[in-house]
Structures are given as structure tokens and as C-alpha cells.
């Protein structure tokens, strides 16, 4: 019989105001196999744990119980805690009276009652726990970041100047996301392009850096320290080594399509680069809008390139390659404002996005910085904006705020004074939020030195009279409704998730939320982290950013990340399955179960009678095991085990629950 | 456990109206459990009849151990875990659907009533549907009274 504790927590008050912490210890000394039993005010402060560690001493302890919090929170710190006493860390249960008690039964006797049953359940299981031993598995010292914007290049070069190669990879053809198409940046109006494409010079020239455009990530194996990545590294119709980047052939080119890097208010030809700056520099066919690719015809390209770089033969290209580690830095997509019928969005052509008027605005973009309307060219006087298009909107699926919003469209309001001084910028809102560093200040001179107006309330109706659009709202702090002649109105619209992320986050085998942003570990103190080990977030993938707090996140995710890569060997999951070759007759069912392919079957040989038999068996690889234990579900004879939720482990927890 | 069996029936051998229902919950780890542990969080209120058992994954819930606890006098097991799709695992819960699917239909056979056992799909983030969930399985268990097929007499 094992020599049992247990350890009642009453986390301050937490526990204790709504659980009899001193009976349940009371009760515990009963239990089969308890020898110690005691509670304390906080077990996972340093005194606490010092109480756990001379008791394990003074009672010659094999194993103990914690009633206290949630595993999920501190089941780490108190193996911790064993393993310091000397303990193996694996014979420690703890059991939640926390969040699964005093904190839902407001009852004091219901609470205690439930808490003396679960205790009496951890110690039933830590009765058949057993010793672990974990194993190591070696690292693979090179890091994937996908996604190439603003928060991939950042992630990328902290990597890289940490000393580890980095693979940075993005589906377009350059680099730079969202911020290459924003003009200026809030709250201090940098040039976009002055510093974003002076960061992706210095990731594009690192010697530790590999720059992977027009490619996808198709699929991911392997786990942390060593995933195989395959990527589609898709057909540009270019020899990237070939080109020198000249633009010949963009220039001759004779088909024009609208531009999505100009939101469709400029255009480019079939080959092409999609912003002069573009890193790398060079073009890529658009095989949709191609005549060579489409019609057969054409060919001016492959014609005037001075090094023949053009190859109309090409194909995708899939190539696998393995990562220690990979930071997701997928970004977002803005909103679709077409489903917000009343504003005419999509439909009236003077009523666009954010992202519309930054192209405007940009001194390369397809105005040369020249704001005018998109209808008929003519220079704008009143300019409506509307905050909160697609965020805190439950009606359209968008209870978030989107984070920037309030803070572009200040910035909006401001390039506009600065440069049509006639003009005159109202803005409908439903708050403003300007939590950031210098950001309210920002906010206040666009209003007292720009001459923005705001006014607080809702738009109900958008519509077109003559050349003017009426727009129809009500300012809720007078109380009556307005009705504003204006030129050109612009929606701040918000951020959403890229339409594919749900697809990428289960390649990776990551969580996201009900929007589809990635999930983090945890909200507060693993912010960049996954569930998934060794896959970490950077940027707006996990939610809407601006740029100062995406290249903050992507730093600390390349922290963890190369924190990882710097390992000699990681240790492996303790709690994997195992298979007693007595028992396993090699059907293969596990094998075909089992998610990670970590099953094979393999030949041993036994005696039997004084001779030698050869018969096929299971065998478990501990570095790829995640211990879901779904093999041992599916094993006919139970040979297949899980270790540290065995299936005794587990009976025992299921008849200390019943035996009320 | 005498003392238990005559708190359950009462002298004339009707159901005792203050009895409760014990009810066995196998929680995955990544999110049924977190989101049990985010009710709490949110100060959720429900009653106390469901206790979970941890397990890394609704795929580890071997069918025998519903069959074991309710051997051992559970009157309701609840098998609770990642929505399809959303698996930690990848495609630990399509096995428990399809284990659990055909499982229920075996109690169905032997008797049991469909409500006394339960697999269900709970997120971390969806503590409302951890409360509504236990809070109804608790009422529905109730109302049908102590489990007496496949209980082991003691």
C-alpha cells in the first residue's frame, strides 16, 4: 500500500469561503492509503510548498494529493514541488475544488461534499500511479515563420539574429502585407514604406534569413523541435535567378487588370510587381489574366526579356523541409463591407474603406497622393467617415473591436486637413478608443488643430443625390437626427480573420476562436504561445493588432521560439502510451488510429517451449506519442495503455466516485 | 453503502424527493475541462452532481469505464469533449462520436434510459454550455431516479 498525502488549498478565500478546507483534509485521513493529510492557505506559494516538501520527508510519502486549483494552472508547479522532495514529478494528482467548486456552489455543504469526493478520487488515482520517466528528442535548429508582413519580417529577424536560420514565407509575391499598402502610420505619421521596406531589406539580406514568396504551406507533420513542412511553392512563370528585375516585361506587357495591391482603384499588367519597393524585386505571371496562359497567344514577355528569365513551363513545386519551430504570422483581411447594404458599400462607388483611402492618399498609388473621388476624380470637401464598420456589430457576427479603427481614421482626418485645407472630415462614432502611447493625444489634436468633427452616433442610410452622398444618422448626444451633403465617405472598417485561417490552423493542428483568430495558450501569461508545442503567434492572426503591438508580439514569440531552437534536446511527453507485448496479439488497430503515426508494428522474437517464435507486436515512438490515448481505446485485448491515465488509473478515479 | 440505498428510497419504496443524482463526467483535458474551468471562472452557478474525471482526450473515455461506473452504482455518465473538428488531437472526438454513437444504442438495448448517458461537445470557451449542460443532465437524472440496471448489488 502506497503512503498517500493530501494537501488542501484554500487559496486565501477562494476555497475556503465556500469549501470546509479542514474537513475535507479531516475526511482525507481516512481514505485508503492516506497517512498525512492537512490544509493551508496558499499550497502554491513558497511556504506551502516547503509544508508539501517536509511532509513527503517526515512522512516518507510515495505519492500526494493537492486539492486545490485547477490542474490546468499549477499542476506544473506542484511536480515541481515533488520533484524537489525527491519524488518522481508523475506521482502527483491534483484535484480542482477551486473551479469546480467552491467557486460554483455557492453552498458551503454542497461544496464541501463534492470536494471531499473528487479529493477522494485524486488519491484513489495517485494509489495507482507509477514513476515516469520522460524521454528527449533532438531539435531541429532552423525556424518557419509564415506570413511575411510586418509582424513575419520582425518575428523572422529576432530569430535570425539570434543565430538560427529562418525560412520567412508568404503566399504573395513580396513581402510586406497590410502596413505596404498604408500610406502613413499613427501616431507619430512614419511613411509606411520609410520603414517598413527597410526592414524588408535587412530580412531579405540577413545571411540567416531565407526568403520563400508565392508559396504555401501545405501540410505539417512531425512535433515540436522537428516538424516536416511541405510547401507549394507555387508556378510564378519566372526564373527568379534568371531576372534582374529590369521591368521590361511589365512595361510591354499589353493586358491591364485592376490592381489588388491599389484596391482595385489602379491597375497593373499580367506580369507584374505589385508595389515598386517589392522585396523581392521580382515580377510574377498571373496565370488567370495571362493571354499565353489563357489564349496561347501573346508571349511579348518571354519576347523582350533581355535574360530570358520568362518560362511559361513552369510548375508548382512541393518541397518538404523540417523546423524546429514555426511562428504564425498570417494577419487579417479587412473586413467586407458589402454587408452593409444600407451604406451602398460595393454599390456607390464614393463610399470606401480605410485601405481604399490609403492607396488614395499614397503618394505612389494610383492618385500619386492626390485624394480624389473614385467616381468622377473631382477633389472631396466633406469627407464623412464612419467608425465601427464590422466591429462591435453583433448583427454582422463582429462583437469585437477592432482595435485601429478610431486611431486611423484620426489619422485620416488629419492627412486630409493637411492636404486639402478647405476641407472639412466629420466623423459618426460610437466611442473612441485610444489606448495606446501618445494615441489620445493624437486623437485630441486631430480634433482641436485638424478641425475633425466628431459626432456621436449611428448611420442608418447612405445614399446618392445628383453627384453628393446623403448621409442620414442621428447624433445621439443632442438627441436628434443629421443629415450630412458629403463627397466621399469612408468606412473605418474593421479587421477579420483571413477567409482560410480555419484551413491553416488545422494543418497546423492550432485552435481558434468563434471569429477564427487563432487561439493563444493562454489569454494573460502565454500570450504567444499555442496549445500546440513549438508553434507560436505573432501579429494579427491572434486577434486585431496595430503595428506597434504586432512587432511587440512578434518579438516575443521570436523570443520563444529561438528560446526553443537554442535547447540541445527538448524532453518529450511523459504520459505516453505503452504497450505490454504480453498482451498485444499485432492486430494493427492502434496503428491505424492513431493521429501522429507514432505506432508501428515490429517483429519480435520469444521462446516458447524451449524454441524461438517471431510475432508481430505494437511500438510506441515516445518523441512522436502526444498521449491522447485513443489507441488504447481501440485496442480488443488492453495491451495499449496510456501512462498517467491508465485504464486502473482511470477505474479507480470511476469506483472512488460511485462509492458515495 | 446500506445507508446511501435507504436515503435513495424512502420506507414505501418511492424515490426519495431529497435524493441526488451521482453523476460521472469524463472531461477532455483541453476543452471540456477548461471549459468547466471558465465557469468557474465566471462564478457560474450549477448544481454539484457531475464530477469529471480529467482525461487527455474524449477519445481516451473508454466505453467500459461507462460501463464500470455504472456497474458501480452511477446513476448518469456524461462524456464530454472538443467539438468535431476542433480536436487537440487532430481526430481523438470522431472516435469518441462513432464509439459513443454505437455504445448508446448498445445501452439503449440493455435498458438503459438514452438520458442517463450523454456525450456532448463543450468548448473552452463555452462555459454557458458546461453550466446548461450539467445543470440539465442533473435535473433529467432526477427525474428518472437511482440507476438500478447493471449496478452491482452490494
Same mark, same amino acid.
Given at each position: 500500500?502506497?503512503?498517500?498525502?493530501?494537501?488542501?488549498?484554500?487559496?486565501?478565500?477562494?476555497?475556503?469561503?465556500?469549501?470546509?478546507?479542514?474537513?475535507?483534509?479531516?475526511?482525507?485521513?481516512?481514505?485508503?492509503?492516506?497517512?498525512?493529510?492537512?490544509?493551508?492557505?496558499?499550497?502554491?506559494?513558497?511556504?506551502?510548498?516547503?509544508?508539501?516538501?517536509?511532509?513527503?520527508?517526515?512522512?516518507?510519502?510515495?505519492?500526494?494529493?493537492?486539492?486545490?486549483?485547477?490542474?490546468?494552472?499549477?499542476?506544473?508547479?506542484?511536480?515541481?514541488?515533488?520533484?524537489? %522532495?525527491?519524488?518522481?514529478?508523475?506521482?502527483?494528482?491534483? &484535484?480542482? +475544488? #477551486?473551479?469546480?467548486?467552491?467557486? =460554483?456552489?455557492? $453552498? *458551503?455543504?454542497?461544496?464541501?461534499?463534492?470536494?471531499?469526493?473528487?479529493?477522494?478520487?485524486?488519491?484513489?488515482?495517485?494509489?495507482?500511479?507509477?514513476?515516469?520517466?520522460?524521454?528527449?528528442?533532438?531539435?531541429?535548429?532552423?525556424?518557419?515563420?509564415?506570413?511575411?508582413?510586418?509582424?513575419?519580417?520582425?518575428?523572422?529577424?529576432?530569430?535570425?539574429?539570434?543565430?538560427?536560420?529562418?525560412?520567412?514565407?508568404?503566399?504573395?509575391?513580396?513581402?510586406?502585407?497590410?502596413?505596404?499598402?498604408?500610406?502613413?502610420?499613427?501616431?507619430?505619421?512614419?511613411?509606411?514604406?520609410?520603414?517598413?521596406?527597410?526592414?524588408?531589406?535587412?530580412?531579405?539580406?540577413?545571411?540567416?534569413?531565407?526568403?520563400?514568396?508565392?508559396?504555401?504551406?501545405? %501540410?505539417?507533420?512531425?512535433?515540436?523541435?522537428?516538424?516536416? &513542412?511541405? +510547401? #507549394?511553392?507555387?508556378?510564378?512563370? =519566372?526564373?527568379? $535567378? *534568371?531576372?534582374?528585375?529590369?521591368?521590361?516585361?511589365?512595361?510591354?506587357?499589353?493586358?491591364?487588370?485592376?490592381?489588388?495591391?491599389?484596391?482595385?482603384?489602379?491597375?497593373?499588367?499580367?506580369?507584374?510587381?505589385?508595389?515598386?519597393?517589392?522585396?523581392?524585386?521580382?515580377?510574377?505571371?498571373?496565370?488567370?489574366?495571362?493571354?499565353?496562359?489563357?489564349?496561347?497567344?501573346?508571349?511579348?514577355?518571354?519576347?523582350?526579356?533581355?535574360?530570358?528569365?520568362?518560362?511559361?513551363?513552369?510548375?508548382?513545386?512541393?518541397?518538404?523541409?523540417?523546423?524546429?519551430?514555426?511562428?504564425?504570422?498570417?494577419?487579417?483581411?479587412?473586413?467586407?463591407?458589402?454587408?452593409?447594404?444600407?451604406?451602398?458599400?460595393?454599390?456607390?462607388?464614393?463610399?470606401?474603406?480605410?485601405?481604399?483611402?490609403?492607396?488614395?492618399?499614397?503618394?505612389?498609388?494610383?492618385?500619386?497622393?492626390?485624394?480624389?473621388?473614385?467616381?468622377?476624380?473631382?477633389?472631396?470637401?466633406?469627407?464623412?467617415?464612419?467608425?465601427?464598420?464590422?466591429?462591435?456589430?453583433?448583427?454582422?457576427?463582429?462583437?469585437?473591436?477592432?482595435?485601429?479603427?478610431?486611431?486611423?481614421?484620426?489619422?485620416?482626418?488629419?492627412?486630409?486637413?493637411?492636404?486639402?485645407?478647405?476641407?472639412?472630415?466629420?466623423?459618426?462614432?460610437?466611442?473612441?478608443?485610444?489606448?495606446?502611447?501618445?494615441?489620445?493625444?493624437?486623437?485630441?489634436?486631430?480634433?482641436?488643430?485638424?478641425?475633425?468633427?466628431?459626432?456621436?452616433?449611428?448611420?442608418?442610410?447612405?445614399?446618392?443625390?445628383?453627384?453628393?452622398?446623403?448621409?442620414?444618422?442621428?447624433?445621439?448626444?443632442?438627441?436628434?437626427?443629421?443629415?450630412?451633403?458629403?463627397?466621399?465617405?469612408?468606412?473605418?472598417?474593421?479587421?477579420?480573420?483571413?477567409?482560410?485561417?480555419?484551413?491553416?490552423?488545422?494543418?497546423?493542428?492550432?485552435?481558434?476562436?468563434?471569429?477564427?483568430?487563432?487561439?493563444?495558450?493562454?489569454?494573460?501569461?502565454?500570450?504567444?504561445?499555442?496549445?500546440?508545442?513549438?508553434?507560436?503567434?505573432?501579429?494579427?492572426?491572434?486577434?486585431?493588432?496595430?503595428?506597434?503591438?504586432?512587432?511587440?508580439?512578434?518579438?516575443?514569440?521570436?523570443?520563444?521560439?529561438?528560446?526553443?531552437?537554442?535547447?540541445?534536446?527538448?524532453?518529450?511527453?511523459?504520459?505516453?502510451?505503452?504497450?505490454?507485448?504480453?498482451?498485444?496479439?499485432?492486430?494493427?488497430?492502434?496503428?491505424?488510429?492513431?493521429?501522429?503515426?507514432?505506432?508501428?508494428?515490429?517483429?519480435?522474437?520469444?521462446?516458447?517451449?524451449?524454441?524461438?517464435?517471431?510475432?508481430?507486436?505494437?511500438?510506441?515512438?515516445?518523441?512522436?506519442?502526444?498521449?491522447?490515448?485513443?489507441?488504447?481505446?481501440?485496442?480488443?485485448?488492453?495491451?495499449?495503455?496510456?501512462?498517467?491515465?491508465?485504464?486502473?488509473?482511470?477505474?479507480?478515479?470511476?469506483?472512488?466516485?460511485?462509492?458515495? | 453503502?446500506?445507508?446511501?440505498?435507504?436515503?435513495?428510497?424512502?420506507?414505501?419504496?418511492?424515490?426519495?424527493?431529497?435524493?441526488?443524482?451521482?453523476?460521472?463526467?469524463?472531461?477532455?483535458?483541453?476543452?471540456?475541462?477548461?471549459?468547466?474551468?471558465?465557469?468557474?471562472?465566471?462564478?457560474?452557478?450549477?448544481?454539484?452532481?457531475?464530477?469529471?474525471?480529467?482525461?487527455?482526450?474524449?477519445?481516451?473515455?473508454?466505453?467500459?469505464?461507462?460501463?464500470?461506473?455504472?456497474?458501480?452504482?452511477?446513476?448518469?455518465?456524461?462524456?464530454?469533449?472538443?467539438?468535431?473538428?476542433?480536436?487537440?488531437?487532430?481526430?481523438?472526438?470522431?472516435?469518441?462520436?462513432?464509439?459513443?454513437?454505437?455504445?448508446?444504442?448498445?445501452?439503449?438495448?440493455?435498458?438503459?434510459?438514452?438520458?442517463?448517458?450523454?456525450?456532448?461537445?463543450?468548448?473552452?470557451?463555452?462555459?454557458?454550455?458546461?453550466?446548461?449542460?450539467?445543470?440539465?443532465?442533473?435535473?433529467?437524472?432526477?427525474?428518472?431516479?437511482?440507476?438500478?440496471?447493471?449496478?452491482?448489488?452490494?
Amino acid at each position: 500500500m502506497k503512503r498517500i498525502g493530501v494537501f488542501v488549498c484554500h487559496c486565501g478565500t477562494n476555497i475556503a469561503n465556500t469549501v470546509d478546507c479542514a474537513k475535507v483534509a479531516e475526511t482525507a485521513k481516512d481514505f485508503p492509503g492516506v497517512v498525512f493529510a492537512c490544509d493551508y492557505k496558499y499550497m502554491c506559494a513558497e511556504p506551502g510548498q516547503v509544508m508539501i516538501q517536509e511532509a513527503i520527508r517526515e512522512h516518507n510519502l510515495d505519492g500526494y494529493v493537492v486539492a486545490a486549483c485547477s490542474p490546468r494552472m499549477h499542476e506544473p508547479t506542484f511536480r515541481k514541488c515533488a520533484e524537489r %522532495a525527491g519524488m518522481n514529478p508523475y506521482m502527483v494528482e491534483q &484535484v480542482n +475544488i #477551486r473551479e469546480q467548486c467552491s467557486w =460554483v456552489h455557492a $453552498d *458551503k455543504t454542497k461544496g464541501t461534499d463534492k470536494s471531499i469526493d473528487i479529493t477522494r478520487m485524486g488519491v484513489a488515482k495517485v494509489a495507482q500511479n507509477e514513476p515516469l520517466f520522460s524521454t528527449t528528442i533532438p531539435v531541429t535548429k532552423r525556424a518557419l515563420v509564415i506570413g511575411a508582413g510586418i509582424a513575419g519580417i520582425q518575428a523572422a529577424i529576432d530569430i535570425a539574429d539570434a543565430g538560427y536560420p529562418v525560412t520567412l514565407l508568404d503566399r504573395e509575391h513580396s513581402m510586406g502585407g497590410k502596413m505596404a499598402q498604408v500610406d502613413k502610420t499613427f501616431p507619430t505619421l512614419d511613411c509606411s514604406a520609410c520603414i517598413l521596406t527597410p526592414k524588408m531589406v535587412e530580412a531579405a539580406q540577413h545571411p540567416n534569413i531565407e526568403i520563400v514568396t508565392y508559396a504555401e504551406v501545405q %501540410a505539417v507533420d512531425g512535433f515540436v523541435g522537428n516538424f516536416d &513542412v511541405t +510547401i #507549394r511553392k507555387k508556378a510564378r512563370y =519566372v526564373d527568379v $535567378d *534568371k531576372c534582374t528585375g529590369c521591368g521590361l516585361c511589365s512595361e510591354k506587357c499589353p493586358k491591364k487588370v485592376a490592381s489588388e495591391f491599389e484596391m482595385n482603384l489602379g491597375t497593373r499588367k499580367a506580369i507584374y510587381v505589385p508595389f515598386p519597393q517589392a522585396v523581392p524585386n521580382k515580377p510574377v505571371i498571373d496565370a488567370k489574366n495571362c493571354r499565353f496562359l489563357v489564349e496561347g497567344k501573346c508571349g511579348v514577355c518571354k519576347k523582350v526579356c533581355p535574360t530570358g528569365a520568362v518560362d511559361f513551363e513552369q510548375k508548382d513545386e512541393l518541397i518538404v523541409e523540417r523546423f524546429g519551430s514555426i511562428v504564425v504570422a498570417t494577419g487579417f483581411e479587412q473586413f467586407d463591407i458589402s454587408k452593409y447594404e444600407e451604406y451602398g458599400a460595393g454599390r456607390i462607388p464614393d463610399v470606401i474603406t480605410g485601405l481604399h483611402l490609403e492607396r488614395l492618399m499614397n503618394a505612389s498609388g494610383p492618385t500619386m497622393g492626390k485624394i480624389k473621388r473614385p467616381s468622377d476624380g473631382k477633389v472631396p470637401e466633406k469627407i464623412v467617415f464612419i467608425k465601427c464598420v464590422g466591429s462591435r456589430d453583433e448583427a454582422k457576427g463582429r462583437s469585437y473591436c477592432s482595435r485601429a479603427c478610431c486611431m486611423y481614421v484620426a489619422k485620416h482626418a488629419t492627412l486630409i486637413k493637411e492636404k486639402i485645407p478647405t476641407s472639412k472630415s466629420y466623423i459618426f462614432y460610437m466611442d473612441v478608443r485610444t489606448a495606446g502611447k501618445n494615441y489620445e493625444e493624437f486623437y485630441t489634436r486631430a480634433q482641436n488643430e485638424y478641425d475633425a468633427q466628431y459626432v456621436r452616433g449611428r448611420v442608418s442610410k447612405i445614399f446618392q443625390v445628383g453627384d453628393k452622398l446623403i448621409v442620414r444618422g442621428e447624433d445621439s448626444l443632442l438627441g436628434r437626427p443629421v443629415e450630412i451633403e458629403a463627397d466621399l465617405v469612408v468606412l473605418a472598417a474593421g479587421m477579420d480573420p483571413q477567409q482560410d485561417a480555419k484551413d491553416l490552423a488545422r494543418t497546423l493542428g492550432i485552435s481558434y476562436d468563434q471569429h477564427g483568430w487563432f487561439t493563444e495558450a493562454h489569454p494573460k501569461l502565454r500570450p504567444v504561445e499555442t496549445h500546440t508545442a513549438g508553434i507560436f503567434l505573432a501579429g494579427a492572426c491572434q486577434g486585431p493588432k496595430d503595428i506597434p503591438d504586432s512587432v511587440a508580439q512578434a518579438s516575443a514569440a521570436a523570443v520563444k521560439a529561438a528560446g526553443l531552437l537554442s535547447k540541445k534536446e527538448l524532453t518529450a511527453e511523459a504520459q505516453t502510451a505503452r504497450c505490454d507485448e504480453a498482451y498485444c496479439s499485432g492486430c494493427g488497430l492502434c496503428v491505424s488510429i492513431c493521429p501522429y503515426k507514432a505506432i508501428e508494428l515490429k517483429r519480435i522474437s520469444e521462446r516458447v517451449h524451449g524454441g524461438t517464435r517471431e510475432r508481430q507486436v505494437s511500438s510506441v515512438n515516445q518523441g512522436l506519442c502526444q498521449g491522447c490515448g485513443a489507441c488504447s481505446v481501440a485496442c480488443p485485448s488492453s495491451a495499449m495503455n496510456l501512462k498517467g491515465f491508465s485504464n486502473d488509473q482511470i477505474l479507480a478515479e470511476v469506483d472512488a466516485l460511485c462509492q458515495r | 453503502m446500506s445507508a446511501v440505498d435507504e436515503k435513495k428510497v424512502n420506507a414505501a419504496g418511492q424515490p426519495d424527493p431529497n435524493w441526488e443524482p451521482n453523476i460521472v463526467g469524463f472531461a477532455c483535458n483541453w476543452c471540456t475541462y477548461a471549459g468547466a474551468d471558465l465557469a468557474g471562472l465566471s462564478r457560474m452557478q450549477y448544481p454539484p452532481n457531475v464530477k469529471l474525471v480529467r482525461v487527455p482526450c474524449s477519445g481516451r473515455a473508454n466505453p467500459q469505464f461507462v460501463l464500470r461506473a455504472f456497474q458501480k452504482g452511477a446513476d448518469g455518465v456524461l462524456v464530454a469533449g472538443c467539438h468535431p473538428g476542433d480536436c487537440h488531437y487532430a481526430t481523438g472526438n470522431y472516435f469518441t462520436r462513432r464509439r459513443f454513437l454505437l455504445f448508446q444504442r448498445l445501452l439503449e438495448f440493455s435498458g438503459i434510459d438514452p438520458r442517463r448517458f450523454q456525450a456532448r461537445w463543450i468548448s473552452g470557451a463555452e462555459a454557458p454550455k458546461f453550466r446548461d449542460v450539467v445543470t440539465q443532465m442533473a435535473e433529467e437524472v432526477k427525474a428518472l431516479g437511482p440507476n438500478r440496471k447493471l449496478r452491482e448489488e452490494v
